[in-house]
């Protein structure tokens, strides 16, 4: 486990990575009259989900609508599009390709209703086209190859035709239309990197040919840096074939990139830049050719990559997300979190309503601490305002107000022989830290409302609270209705603060782990 100490007075420099011991007292500070420029949506731009068909459940897209009202992403993801549940492909006696797309239409449908557009992930193969019966997950998506490129390259112009003609050029024009998941995985691709390379250039060829601007890509690749290296090598020799922009995934893991049983056991690398630092690594990589300044989409990422990792749960999981959006959002165009919702089947249906699930939000809707970092990011606004603190941002808004999102991220490892699905399954008090002042200056003179928000142990905390319950299998109505209440992400506290002097600040205890956000309204004038 690393962390770095230092005692801190209220007036001394802040370090780069704070942390700080019982007893000691950290800084965080920030002159509002230098900023860096516009603040960054990135961290907001994409989504994760599952795979298509849950799409379809009404609790999965009532859970959506949560989430697009209170944070709000841009694009979705999710796999499966392409699978025998979604209906999209068969054939008649002769061999001839049958097209249907009814089930694509009512997912899309609803996505667009709740303000968010589809980021295309193009799986797997319909087992009417495919080559072979090799299968993945317990929704067994067909991971052969095509057992036709000509009629793959139909379905593909097919699909793309559609969305036109439904959805208009200009609307899809937006879209990202990504070519497989992780062909560099035994799991989701049994062949050679050379069979995805050709089918990554049947797919972008017969996407261009039906839409000119859509924007394609690949690989998708989660194993540090062969394939993507590869693969760009590829796109250098081979100019002619489209790409629009480089596609990875990343997970805070020491090791292991799939989990087809449920029975990985996962263990958090402490290292603060082990999921950012191999985005930025990605960036520098692409930089490095002729493909510099191509769009980069990390189209999936958490601090592990099973659904059966408790931290997925606890609070630790909001420090962790704080600390590579702040880290990474430089070098990325979107940063896709692995998922919104714990309605997620890959290994099935879950027994309990807490499983180390990916989502920010479990089976029966409750808000998990990852689920209130994300919206913490959406109330910051305007234009980022200069800090040396590293495990901070703060905006200011054009009417005025002003928000400071500041945390600790101290990892916790399991001990030696045990793994995150042992260790993070059970109540995690948290060490104290000591004190936090945050210090503004050159705050405009007035009244403001002053909200506080915290996440952290017992603050928008579910899981101790269920872990307090006893970890129930299945929980009765009063018991989500009370975990449901315990996590709301209403804010701490709320009061009418004068700022006098140009300088605001206010002191707070800091445990490990805790994330604090404070919000400035300005009361009774116009921006």
Known sequence: MRSLFCSLLISAAVLAQPSAAAGQHRVVQADLSRVTGPHSNVPLEVVGAGRAAEGLRADWQEQLATVQSEIGFGYLRMHGL?????????????????????????????????????FVELTFVPSKLAAGTT??????????????????????????????????????????????????IRGFWPHPLEDYLSLYKTTAEAIR?????????????????????????????NPSIPNDFIALHAYGVNQGYLDETGRAGTVIDPDPNRVSGRMRHSRELIDATTLKGRQLHFTEWSSAYTPTDYMHDQYHQASFILNVVKRATPYVDSLSYWTFTDIFEELGPRFTPFHGGFGLMNLQGIKKPAYHAFSFLRRLSGEDVVSKDNASWITKAKDGSITALFWDYSPEVPPKGSSDQIYYKQELPAASKGKVTLDLRHVPGG?????????????????????????????????VEALKQVSTGAPQSEEVVQVTGGRFTRTLPLNANDCYEFVLSPVGRAP
């Open 82 to 118: 392409l699978t025998d549940e979604m209906g999209v492909y068969s054939e008649d006696k002769g061999g001839k390709p049958i097209f249907n797309f009814q089930y694509v239409d009512s997912l899309y449908d609803a996505l667009l209703k709740l303000k968010i557009r589809p």
């Open 135 to 184: 299968t993945v997950f317990w929704w067994k998506g067909n991971t052969s190859l095509p057992k036709d490129p000509a009629k793959w390259a139909m379905l593909m112009r097919a699909l793309v035709a559609h969305f036109k003609e439904r959805y208009g050029e200009d609307e899809i024009n937006k879209w990202y239309f990504e070519v497989w998941n992780e062909p560099d």
């Open 209 to 237: 040919a039906e839409c000119a601007k859509c924007r394609i890509g690949g690989p998708a690749s989660a194993v540090p840096y062969a394939a993507e290296e590869a693969f760009e090598k590829w796109l250098l020799a």
């Open 447 to 479: 009244q403001y409302k002053l909200s506080i928000y915290q996440i952290g142990y017992q603050q928008n905390d579910a899981f101790t609270a269920y872990a307090k319950m006893g970890l129930p299998n299945q929980l009765t109505k009063p018991q």
